[in-house]
C-alpha cells in the first residue's frame, strides 16, 4: 500500500519558546485512520496545524519535510495552497463556532465554500451542500441550510462543519478533537460517521484528541506524543494490550467517561 502522507524530522517553533513538536517521522496510509493522544500542550494540534498549513503566526517550520501525494507541500505557495487546501487536505476543528460564521446562514456559507473550489452554479452548489449534509444523516436539510448556527444544537454544527470538510471528497481529513464538546452519546454518533466516512470517499483521517479510548475505538494506530515528540506509534492492539512506555500506560489506566467507545 502507497503511503498518501510522510512526515520526515519535522520540527515546529514558537518565538521565544522552545520546540513544540520535535523530530516528528510518521506516515498515513490510503483510508488509514491515525489518533494522536497526549495531554494538552504536547503538541498534537501544532502537528496537524503544520499539515495544512495553518500555524499561528507566532510559529514556523524550522526543519523537515511534509509529503503528500508525493509532493514536498511545505514548500507550496500562496496559490498552491488555496488549491490543495480543502480540495485534498479538510480540516474538522474542535469548536464549529470557530468554523461557522455565527451571523450567516448555514446555507450561504455552505454554498459559498463549496463555490470557492469548484465551478459551479449556486443552484448547482445548493445541491450539493443538500447531498453532503443527508450523508452525514442530517434530513431536514432545507430547515439547517435556512438556520444561523446558533439555532443547530452542538452535534449538528460539528456534522455541518464536517459535512463543509467532506463536500470535495479529500483524500485527507485532519480532526481536532472533533467529539470533545458533545455528550457521550452525540460523541459515539459523531465517531462513527467520521468512521464511515473512509469507506464512503475512501478518506484517510487524521484524528487528535485527549481521549486514548476514543482513538483505540477509531484507529487503525495510535501515535502518543508527550512535550512535542513521539512517545510511541504503533498499531491500536499494540497500544492498548502491550503498550512499552510508562507514559502509554498511565494515558490508558486515566480513560475518561466516553463509555460507549470500547477498545
Request: hydrophobic share 40%.
Amino acid at each position: 500500500m502507497s503511503g498518501l502522507l510522510e512526515i520526515r524530522s519535522l520540527t515546529v517553533k514558537y518565538d521565544g519558546d522552545g520546540n513544540a513538536i520535535k523530530n516528528i517521522d510518521m506516515t498515513v496510509d490510503h483510508k488509514e485512520i491515525i489518533g494522536i493522544v497526549g495531554e494538552s500542550g504536547c503538541g498534537k494540534t501544532t502537528l496537524i496545524r503544520s499539515i495544512i498549513h495553518l500555524l499561528s503566526s507566532n510559529a514556523k517550520v524550522v526543519s523537515g519535510e511534509i509529503i503528500f501525494n508525493g509532493q514536498d507541500i511545505i514548500k507550496y505557495n500562496k496559490e498552491q495552497w488555496r488549491n490543495l487546501r480543502g480540495n485534498e487536505i479538510a480540516m474538522v476543528f474542535q469548536n464549529p463556532g470557530s468554523y461557522l460564521n455565527p451571523i450567516i446562514k448555514i446555507g450561504k456559507q455552505f454554498v459559498q465554500s463549496i463555490r470557492n473550489h469548484r465551478a459551479l452554479s449556486k443552484r448547482e452548489a445548493i445541491k450539493k451542500a443538500k447531498e453532503t449534509l443527508e450523508k452525514m444523516h442530517l434530513r431536514d436539510c432545507d430547515r439547517i441550510m435556512d438556520s444561523y448556527p446558533f439555532q443547530l444544537s452542538g452535534g449538528m454544527k460539528q456534522r455541518v462543519a464536517i459535512a463543509m470538510a467532506i463536500a470535495m471528497e479529500p483524500k485527507l481529513i485532519l480532526a481536532d478533537e472533533p467529539t470533545s464538546a458533545l455528550d457521550v452519546m452525540t460523541q459515539v454518533q459523531i465517531a462513527n460517521e467520521l468512521m464511515a466516512l473512509r469507506e464512503d470517499f475512501h478518506t484517510s483521517i487524521i484524528m487528535v484528541t485527549h481521549n486514548i479510548g476514543c482513538a483505540a475505538y477509531m484507529a487503525d494506530r495510535i501515535m502518543v506524543m508527550n512535550k512535542g515528540e513521539i512517545v510511541e506509534f504503533e498499531s491500536k492492539a499494540q497500544i492498548i494490550a502491550q503498550p512499552k512506555k510508562e507514559y502509554t500506560r498511565n494515558l490508558l489506566n486515566a480513560i475518561p467517561e466516553l463509555k460507549g467507545l470500547e477498545a
